[in-house]
């Protein structure tokens, strides 16, 4: 039987391959973000890789356990981490040509409303949320904790920026949307 940590290192790798090969083929951008923005947030995904996938920052509060080590909160955290990635390349793959890894507008931008979009307006950031809470989890470590507060924070500034961008673009269809859906979980 594989073990829990190569389970999820697989469902990380299988989430980032999807990300590189979906990536290709995707429309023009018609608003841009700014660069510095741009950094910040891969500056961020970066600290969250190392604090979930190296042991370089298990140094002090960060290496504490906050859950105790049990194979049934490993095991949960495994099925999490799987849920989520399987979430977010299901709302990616429900973007198609519209996505993009930066807050932008596309040429011919669409406002998606089918696969997850139909509860969520944010799929892809709730999805990734759950997969770090479930790596979290396997891992049992604070750092764990840390990644998904910073990557939580972070994901909600860019859903409230592109959020500005679509009602902006879309108007009073977007503003029925956003009425109808959840903003990371159904219903909130």
Request: hydrophobic letters at 50%.
């Amino acid at each position: 039987m594989m073990r829990a940590g190569t389970i999820v290192e697989l469902c990380w790798g299988v989430l980032g391959l999807y990300w590189l090969a979906a990536s290709l083929g995707t429309k023009k951008i018609a608003v841009n973000e700014s660069s510095g923005l741009r950094v910040f947030r891969l500056t961020v995904l970066g600290l969250m890789l190392v604090l979930l996938m190296t042991d370089w920052l298990r140094i002090g509060p960060l290496a504490w356990r906050f859950v105790p080590r049990h194979s049934n909160v490993v095991w949960l955290g495994v099925v999490l981490t799987a849920v989520g990635t399987a979430l977010a390349i299901w709302a990616r793959w429900h973007l198609g040509r519209n996505w993009s890894d930066k807050v932008v507008l596309k040429v011919d931008h669409e406002l998606i409303r089918s696969g997850p979009y139909r509860y969520l307006r944010h799929p892809i950031y709730t999805g990734v949320l759950l997969a770090i809470a479930g790596t979290a989890l396997t891992i049992g470590e604070w750092r764990g904790v840390a990644a998904l507060v910073l990557l939580g924070t972070n994901y909600c500034l860019k859903a409230l920026r592109e959020e500005k961008i679509l009602a902006a673009n879309f108007g009073e269809t977007f503003a029925e949307y956003k009425r109808n859906t959840g903003f990371l979980l159904p219903g909130l």
